[in-house]
């Protein structure tokens, strides 16, 4: 560490000590520096603020993590260069989350700050005076059911307003206001005199969210935090929360590290979806930093959906949460009729629904709703026209010429053009028998759009995907073709819910494929009026499926119960924990070498993974979880100190495993 310019100065006797993570991204730096204050930095140089400090002759940024009267460093010590902002942005507990988080994924604290603080934007921070935390007047939710349909509900609302610490995993109802559940769970917490932190996959669902909370607390009294606020909004959030100023916040994963004070209740909901996921290391997900907060903190969790993850089955069957649950006639009541169109009576009946698109239960489904006035939703895993085609005479895939990626068209008139270049393949030649025609090998939203308006003259079709998502549609006679996510609510529920091409779902070589289906399933079955009312559900899928038959009895607890089994035998997590090492041969070669695997680790692969690439899995038993992220640590530290050209990937517990 090279001194700063204040170094020619002599120290007075019992200068105070700044202990300061440096904001340098590599493993083998990833501990705290020592760094003197200067007299002229010390009544703004506090815990928690952003510095400047020189390193390795860099002026480089760091966060002051505490400061003491004494330094283990033998040599001499450099001086703060600066105080970026008086303002303490990293709040105790949060540096302390960022390091249980560091741990748990085998990464670095600075790459985590970076993830918990967003980058000072100083124009907000001049305008923005502290002020006193506000007193909030909790509004009763006006729902007329609420909680009261799941027995343990009102317990857990009452636990939450006596400010204790319950945790439950919850499995919704179908067509359950969800927003409103998770507003009041929130009210509760605010009367208890403790703050929340509730996080959701999209901006779709913050919104929702948003206004439900409004209804409850009244305006002002939360906040929302998400990347795609800005700057400037973003920062204003966030320093709303750490100054107390609201005591509820909520967002995408971006607010999974908000500053609440008085933390009391951390909910998710959907944890199943992949948007949960941080894209950037250490690859944090939503739902374990929750889960670590409200351990560290001693604060309730809420993880809701539709469906339930292993993930969340295994919360419940360790005994760290409960569940809450409707019982089974509650259920029934509100469940739409679910049919398949691959059992054996359907089949009896229609013979070509195994191999239809669109068999004939579906049409007549579709039909009795739209006679009815009532709205269509028909949910299809791709998007766009025809995203994946083949040749018309020997039906192999078509790829493009230059970089062998699959070709698509855009539209019914489009030129096929390649999903991974962009080159258009006019003059296209099937290289196996010279054949030119193309034919559909997956049809995407659009496509089914433009069929099913052939199908229902007429009727309106509307598209809801990631060009545009539709949030509300009227609860008249229409068609909403839908990608899995992008499912708007109907005016009064819609009558008829149909789920096609299953098989996309099922048939992905994905450890968490049955489940992802049937979340995806139950996310848009849930839009449907109940079987009472005329809502219907049919599924183009073999009945004897198992995520099929969760879905037609409305049993995701089953099924997370079925899933969380089998992996247990086959060594799966949440099972155990897994790790994956991903680059060049040679470099997870040299990791994993440098690597001291706990005595029960098992090394699979090598696995092929992108450009090249291949990627290694280390399995160890759960309890030495902690072991396995610190020898993979330690040794990305090792290869960043020999200043490794070749970049190795490691993710702890990825989403995909192969």
């Known amino acids: ?72 460093h033998a040599g001499r010590l450099a001086y703060l260069e600066k105080v970026v902002s008086p303002e303490p942005v990293l709040a105790p507990e949060i540096a302390r989350l960022a390091r249980a988080v560091a741990d748990r994924y085998a990464g670095s604290l600075p790459d985590v700050l970076r993830l918990a603080v967003p980058p000072r934007h100083a124009r907000v921070e001049k305008e923005t005076v502290p002020e006193e935390p506000a007193t909030v007047d909790v509004v ?188 089974r006639a509650t259920v029934r009541a ?63 895939p078509a790829r493009c010429p230059h970089c062998a990626g699959p070709l698509a068209l855009p539209s019914a008139r489009g030129t096929p053009a390649c999903r991974w270049c962009a080159r258009v393949a006019a003059a296209y030649a099937c290289p196996e028998c010279g054949g030119r025609r193309l034919r559909a090998a997956v049809v995407g939203a659009r496509r089914t759009a433009e069929e099913l308006g052939r199908a229902f003259p007429g009727v309106p079709v509307r598209t809801s995907g990631r060009e545009e998502v539709l949030a509300r549609v009227p609860g008249g006679a229409g068609l909403v073709v839908a990608t899995p996510g992008a499912e708007p609510v109907a005016e009064g529920g819609f009558g008829a819910v149909l789920l096609l091409d299953s098989w996309a779902l099922l048939t992905r070589a994905d450890l968490r494929a049955g489940e992802e289906a049937l979340r995806r399933w139950l996310t848009a079955a849930a839009l449907a009026r109940p079987a009472a009312a005329g809502g219907r559900v049919v599924v183009v899928a073999d009945g004897g499926l198992a995520p099929v038959q969760a879905l037609l009895r409305w049993d995701p607890t089953w099924f997370a119960a079925r899933e969380l089994a089998e992996r247990r035998e086959l060594g799966f997590p949440p099972a155990v924990r897994m790790a994956s090492v991903t680059g060049t041969a040679p470099a997870v070669a040299e ?68």
Request: overall charge neutral; glycine content about 8%.
């Open 591 to 658: 990791l994993l070498a440098e690597a001291r695997l706990p005595e029960q680790a098992e090394v699979l692969g090598p696995v092929p993974a992108d450009d090249d690439r291949e990627r290694m899995l280390v399995r160890v038993p759960r309890s030495r979880a902690a072991a396995l992220a610190e020898a993979l640590h330690v040794a990305a530290g090792v290869r960043a100190a020999r200043k490794a050209t070749d970049p190795v990937r490691v993710q702890v517990d990825p989403l995909e495993l192969f």
């Open 140 to 327: 009763p939710s006006a729902a007329p059911d609420g909680w009261d349909a799941y027995p343990a509900g009102p317990g857990f609302l009452r636990a939450l307003a006596e400010g204790r610490s319950p945790r439950a995993v919850w499995s919704a109802l179908p067509g359950e206001d969800w927003p409103a559940r998770v507003a009041d769970a929130a009210a509760a917490t605010v009367r208890g005199g403790r703050g929340v932190v509730a996080v959701v996959a999209d901006a779709r669902e913050l919104d929702r969210l948003d206004a439900a909370l409004t209804g409850v607390l009244g305006p002002d009294r939360h906040v929302r935090l998400s990347a795609a606020l800005g700057p400037a909004r973003r920062y204003r959030a966030f320093l709303a929360a750490l100054r107390g100023r609201v005591p509820v916040v909520i967002g995408t994963r971006a607010a999974m590290f908000a500053p609440v004070r008085r933390l009391g209740l951390v909910a998710i909901w959907d944890d199943g979806d992949d948007l949960h996921a941080e894209p950037r290391a250490p690859y944090p997900h939503a739902r374990e930093v929750l889960l670590t907060r409200a351990q560290l903190g001693e604060a309730a969790a809420l993880v809701g959906g539709y469906a339930r993850t292993a993930e969340a089955q295994l919360l419940v069957e360790t005994g760290w949460a409960r569940e809450v649950l409707a019982e």
């Open 334 to 396: 509100r469940t739409p009729a679910v049919a398949p169109t691959g059992d054996d009576p359907q089949l009896a009946r229609d013979p070509g629904a195994a191999t239809a698109r669109l068999p004939s239960l579906a049409w007549t489904t579709a039909r009795d709703a739209l006679r009815a006035d009532a709205p269509v939703l028909v949910q299809v895993p791709r998007r766009g026209y025809l995203p994946s085609i083949s040749c018309a005479e020997c039906r192999a």
């Open 1 to 72: 560490m090279t001194p700063s310019r204040h170094t020619d100065r002599r120290p007075a006797d019992g200068s105070p000590v700044a202990r300061v993570c440096v904001d340098v991204p590599l493993a083998h730096l990833d501990r705290p520096f020592d760094y003197l204050v200067p007299a002229e930095l010390d009544t703004t140089a506090v815990p928690g603020t952003r510095v400047k400090v020189r390193f390795a002759g860099q002026l480089v940024d760091g966060w002051l993590l505490e400061r003491t009267e004494r330094s283990g």
